[in-house]
Nanobody, 126 residues
Framework: QVQLVESGGRLVQAGGSLRLSCAASGRTFSSYRMGWFRQAPGKEREFAAAISANGVSTSYADSVKGRFTISRDNAKNTVYLQMNSLKPEDTAVYYC???????????????????WGQGTQVTVSS
């Protein structure tokens, strides 16, 4: 089992940057596929980015591709989401998620993840 704690969310102006962090507990972090999802008020939770256990393979939603970068440091049990060129439509609660079963390098469906953090609020002002 793993526990996830996100941090780094705050109010930022459009065009700005933020880096979100997700710290994981447990000794087997390097075996978990990790993902970042977001949920805006009144909307369903949506996929943003995912990364394989070894960090080599990544996937991005079209809405964030070219602006967001997911990475991980298995020595620090942490996954990051670097967000650049932020837009007001990026405003949401951002969640990290983890899964250690299955054969895919990463997953983009939130239902495929077993563990979730509490979320961190990102607000982008215009």
């Amino acid at each position: 089992q793993v526990q996830l704690v996100e941090s780094g969310g705050r109010l930022v102006q459009a065009g700005g940057s933020l880096r979100l962090s997700c710290a994981a507990s447990g000794r087997t972090f390097s075996s978990y596929r990790m993902g970042w999802f977001r949920q805006a008020p009144g909307k369903e939770r949506e996929f943003a980015a995912a990364i394989s256990a070894n960090g080599v393979s990544t996937s991005y939603a079209d809405s964030v591709k070219g602006r967001f970068t997911i990475s991980r440091d298995n020595a620090k049990n942490t996954v990051y989401l670097q967000m650049n060129s932020l837009k007001p439509e990026d405003t949401a609660v951002y969640y990290c998620a983890a899964v250690d079963r299955g054969r895919s390098f990463y997953y983009t469906n939130p239902r495929q993840y077993d563990y979730w953090g509490q979320g961190t609020q990102v607000t982008v002002s215009s």
